[in-house]
C-alpha cells in the first residue's frame, strides 16, 4: 500500500516544468491541515511511463524543480567577484577585505556550482521493498541530483554593499541561538559590516515601535548559551508588501528566515514580491521546528534536542508510574500533525507501554480502544507509561475552527482528555488507578541545543551565508544523506512531512512499545 501512494506521489512530482527565478506559489495560505496536498510544483502533464525515453524527461524535468532561483535571472548582467570567503584561511580581520580582495590564485576549497548531492541513495528492486518510493510502477531507479551547499568561488555581493538581516519566525526551537551567530560570524567573515536582526519575526517589519538589533561578533558571541531566540519570535504579522516596503525602507538586501513551514511560505512570498519589484534581495531560509516536519531533509535542526530533553519527561512518568500503585503516566508532547518527537522520543526511552500520534487513528474506549489496554497492562505489568503527541486523536475531540495568528489550527488538548477519560474509566469499572500527567511541551522547545544540534546549526548558519553570496535566492539548507544542500523552498513546504505509518521507524517504535493496534 505504502509504495502504491508512493508510486501516485511521485508521479506529481516527475511531472513538473517549473524553471523560473520568480516562482509563482499559489498557496495563499500554507494550510497545514491539508495533508495530501500536492507538490508546489506540481504540472498536470503526466510522464508516460511506457516511453522509451522517459527516464531522461524525468531527470530534466526534475533538474528544473530543483534549479535554485539565482539573481542572473532577473539581472542578467549582475557582477560578480572572487569570494571574500577563504576556505584554507581562518578568521580574517574583516576591515582589511573590502576594496582589497585577494587574488584568487592559491584559493581552493569551493564547491562547484555543478556539484550535486543524491536525493534518494536506495535502489528498491521491488515496489515491494520495505519504505519503496517508486517513481514508476516498476519501481527503476533514476538519479535525483540536488545542490550541494558551500562557498561559491564567485560572489554576486560586494560585502561592503551588503545589509543583512535575520529574523526567526514561528515557535521558539532549540539552536535559533547558534544559528543566529554563526550566520553573524559568517557574514563578518565575507566582509559585511551591517547585520540586523528584526525583532519578534514578520511582525518586526510592520510594528513601528519594535526597531531593527544591531548584530557583530560581540553582540552574538555567547547567545547559543541560552534558549530561545535572541530577537523574539511571533506567530501572524505583516503582509508580504508590507514586509518588502520594510526590507526597501530598510536597505536590506539578504535576508535570513529562520522558521518553519509557513515562515518559509512567508519567504517564498517575499523573494517574489521582490522579483515583481526587480529588487536584488537574496531570500534564504533555515529551517525551523522542533516537530521535524519539512520536507526532503533528514531532519531539522532542535530536533534531536527535544528529543532528549523529552527523556526527562518520560522517565519522570516513568519513575511515577513504577512508583505508585496500579501507576499510569501520561506524557503529551509537542507535534501538530507529525508524531516525530513522540515516536522517536518513545523509541528512545524504551520506557513507553503506548505511543500516540496524529498520523495513527486510534479509540480510546471499546473492547480494542487504548484503555482497556491500560486495564491489562495495570493487571499484568502493575503499571503503564503512554507518550501522546499534541495532534493526536483530534478526531475524539470536540471540533474547533480556531486558529493562530498564523492561521494554524489550534487543537484541543489531547493529553488532559486522555488524562481525564483515563481516570473516568477506571473509576467506573472499579479499578484503582493513580494517574500522573506531564506537559513538558515549553520546556522542551525553550532549552538549549545539545551539542551534537550545536554543531548542525553552525553548518547551517554557515551555509545560509555561503547561498546568499553565491547569488542565490528562495532557497533553504538542509541536510540529504548526512550532506548538506540548498533546496529551493517551493519543493519543501508543500505540506508538512508526516511519519509514515507503514515505515520501519514506527515499526520499530511498536516493537518497543509491545502496544497493539488501537482500532
Ligand atoms: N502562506 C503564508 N504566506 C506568507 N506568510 C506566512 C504564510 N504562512 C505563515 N506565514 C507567516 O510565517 C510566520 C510563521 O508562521 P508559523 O506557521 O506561525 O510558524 P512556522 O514558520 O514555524 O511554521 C508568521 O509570521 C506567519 O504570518
Ligand atoms: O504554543 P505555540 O507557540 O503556538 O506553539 C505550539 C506549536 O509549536 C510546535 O511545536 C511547532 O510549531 P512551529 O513549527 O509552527 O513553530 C507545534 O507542534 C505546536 O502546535
Ligand atoms: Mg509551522
Not at 533514476?142 to 514561528?170: D, L, N, S
Not at 512518568?317 to 500533525?337: F, N, P, Q, T, W
Not at 548526512?482 to 511519519?499: D, G, N, Q, R
Request: hydrophobic fraction near 35%; charge should be neutral; proline fraction near 5%.
Amino acid at each position: 500500500m505504502a509504495s502504491i501512494s508512493h508510486v501516485i506521489a511521485l508521479h506529481g512530482l516527475a511531472t513538473s516544468t517549473r524553471c523560473s527565478y520568480c516562482f509563482n506559489n499559489s498557496n495563499p495560505r500554507f494550510n497545514a491541515k491539508v495533508k495530501a496536498q500536492s507538490s508546489a510544483s506540481k504540472s498536470t502533464t503526466p510522464i508516460d511511463f511506457t516511453h522509451p525515453h522517459w527516464k531522461n524527461k524525468f531527470k530534466a524535468d526534475f533538474e528544473d524543480r530543483f534549479r535554485l532561483p539565482h539573481v542572473t535571472d532577473i539581472f542578467p548582467d549582475a557582477a560578480s567577484m572572487p569570494s571574500t570567503f577563504c576556505p584554507k584561511m581562518r578568521t580574517p580581520r574583516t576591515s582589511d577585505f573590502p576594496g582589497n580582495y585577494p587574488l584568487d590564485d592559491d584559493w581552493h576549497g569551493y564547491i562547484n556550482d555543478n556539484d550535486r548531492v543524491l536525493l534518494k541513495t536506495i535502489y528498491y528492486s521491488s515496489p515491494t521493498s520495505a519504505g519503496a518510493e517508486c517513481i514508476d510502477p516498476n519501481c527503476n531507479w533514476v538519479e535525483q541530483w540536488i545542490h550541494r551547499a558551500g562557498p561559491r568561488q564567485k560572489i554576486y555581493f560586494k560585502p561592503e554593499e551588503v545589509k543583512a538581516a535575520i529574523v526567526t519566525c514561528g515557535g521558539l526551537c532549540p539552536g535559533l541561538n547558534d544559528v543566529i551567530r554563526q550566520i553573524v560570524l559568517t557574514l563578518e567573515i565575507y566582509g559585511v559590516t551591517k547585520i540586523v536582526g528584526i525583532p519578534f519575526g514578520y511582525r518586526g517589519f510592520s510594528d513601528k515601535e519594535l526597531t531593527e538589533v544591531p548584530l557583530s561578533r560581540k553582540v552574538v558571541q555567547n547567545i547559543h548559551l541560552s534558549g530561545g531566540s535572541l530577537l523574539g519570535v511571533s506567530r501572524g504579522g505583516p503582509g508580504v508588501s508590507e514586509i518588502v516596503d520594510g526590507l526597501e525602507e530598510r536597505g536590506i538586501n539578504m535576508l535570513f528566515v529562520l522558521g518553519g513551514n509557513g515562515t518559509h511560505a512567508g519567504a517564498n512570498a517575499i523573494h517574489n514580491e521582490c522579483c515583481k519589484r526587480r529588487l536584488k534581495i537574496s531570500v534564504i531560509g533555515v529551517p525551523k521546528t522542533i516537530d521535524n516536519d519539512i520536507l526532503l531533509m533528514d531532519k531539522t535542526f532542535g530536533f534531536d534536542t527535544a528529543v532528549e530533553e523529552a527523556q526527562r519527561a518520560i522517565n519522570s512518568a516513568y519513575i511515577e508510574a513504577h512508583s505508585a500503585y496500579h501507576g499510569i503516566g501520561i506524557v503529551k508532547l509537542m507535534g501538530r500533525d507529525s508524531g516525530f518527537i513522540a515516536m522517536h522520543a518513545s523509541l528512545a526511552s524504551g520506557q513507553i507501554d503506548i505511543c500516540l500520534i496524529p498520523e495513527v487513528p486510534f479509540n480510546l474506549h471499546g473492547p480494542r480502544g487504548v484503555l482497556s489496554y491500560l486495564k491489562y497492562l495495570i493487571e499484568t505489568k502493575g503499571s503503564a507509561v503512554v507518550c501522546v503527541a499534541e495532534g493526536a486523536g483530534q478526531n475524539l475531540l470536540q471540533k474547533t475552527n480556531a486558529t493562530d495568528a498564523s492561521g494554524n489550527a489550534v487543537y484541543r488538548d489531547i493529553g488532559v482528555y486522555t488524562q481525564q477519560e483515563t481516570k473516568k474509566y477506571f473509576r467506573e469499572i472499579g479499578v484503582h488507578a493513580d494517574v500522573k500527567y506531564i506537559d513538558p511541551t515549553y520546556m522542551i522547545r525553550a532549552c538549549r541545543a545539545n551539542a551534537s544540534d550545536g554543531i548542525f546549526c553552525t553548518v547551517l548558519g554557515q551555509n545560509a551565508v555561503h547561498g546568499a553570496f553565491a547569488g542565490y535566492s528562495d532557497i533553504t539548507v538542509g541536510t540529504c544523506n548526512t550532506h548538506y544542500a540548498y533546496f529551493p523552498i517551493p519543493e519543501v513546504i508543500s505540506h508538512p512531512k508526516l511519519v509514515d505509518p507503514n515505515s520501519r521507524m514506527w515499526h520499530r517504535c511498536l516493537t518497543s512499545t509491545g502496544q497493539p493496534d488501537f482500532i
